[in-house]
């Protein structure tokens, strides 16, 4: 018997949302390679800003895996790895920055950035609750992954300096990695109360609205 499993259920459920932060404007101009390169510069600029706030959130969900999980060992690991690929990111980051001139020490987060953040470290408070805090890692970390996967399939017209950007969460390792905290997610809201599902799905659609205004500012919105 194949069971649908949470994620996917979610997914169906608010597919409208949800395309509209993996297939946004910003993600469809790489992929018909009509983007204004000013609006991806903005992007890069932002994103690092968001990384770096983005990396207190990740530990503060290692600690409650660490705590709270009853697969710990393996949610630590998953966890762990996306760490790890956080600190290369931060590396490619400055690297990227330098290449195409953006000086990002005079970067000030703009105001969806900043409200982002201000959401991330909400869900650092001990608080709230293991499994509300991998669904929004789980989700931030798919949407990237298949908005710029979307901008490497066949018959996309992705600019090739825009390739080893999209490769970077567009790649089938972070597809796995992307798989195993699905897994973790749909292993804890089995065993959730009702409660606690209600606010997990809460959260799934905050993410993905804060997604949505992420883009949109890189495309010069607000
Ligand atoms: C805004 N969402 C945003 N930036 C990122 N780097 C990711 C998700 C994935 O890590």
């Known amino acids: 018997e194949a069971k649908i499993t949470a994620t996917e259920t979610w997914r169906r459920k608010h597919r409208l949302l949800h395309a509209g932060a993996t297939r946004h404007p910003f993600i469809r101009g790489i992929r018909d390679g009509n983007i204004d390169i000013s609006a991806f510069k903005t992007w890069l600029g932002q994103d690092y800003m968001f990384v770096r706030a983005f990396v207190p959130f990740v530990a503060s969900v290692l600690t409650k895996a660490w705590k709270g999980s009853n697969d710990s060992d393996n949610d630590v690991e998953v966890i762990l790895g996306g760490m790890a690929a956080l600190n290369d990111e931060i590396s490619w980051f400055k690297r990227e920055a330098s290449k195409?001139?953006?000086?990002l020490s005079n970067i000030a987060p703009q105001k969806a950035?900043?409200?982002?953040?201000?959401?991330?470290?909400?869900?650092?408070?001990?608080?709230?609750?293991?499994?509300?805090a991998i669904v929004a890692f789980w989700v931030i970390e798919t949407v990237y992954q298949e908005?710029?996967?979307?901008?490497?399939?066949d018959g996309s017209k992705t600019p090739p300096e825009l390739k080893e950007t999209c490769q970077r969460w567009g790649n089938e390792g972070f597809g796995e990695y992307c798989n195993s905290l699905g897994k973790i997610v749909d292993r804890q809201l089995e065993k959730a109360s009702d409660d606690v599902i209600s606010k997990a799905e809460a959260t799934f659609l905050q993410v993905l609205e804060y997604e949505v205004?992420?883009?949109?500012?890189?495309?010069g919105g607000t």
């Open 147 to 153: 908005s710029f996967a979307h901008c490497l399939e």
């Open 213 to 219: 205004d992420f883009w949109n500012m890189s495309n």
């Open 113 to 132: 950035n900043q409200e982002y953040c201000r959401f991330l470290e909400s869900l650092t408070s001990p608080e709230v609750e293991y499994t509300v």
């Open 100 to 103: 195409w001139g953006v000086q």
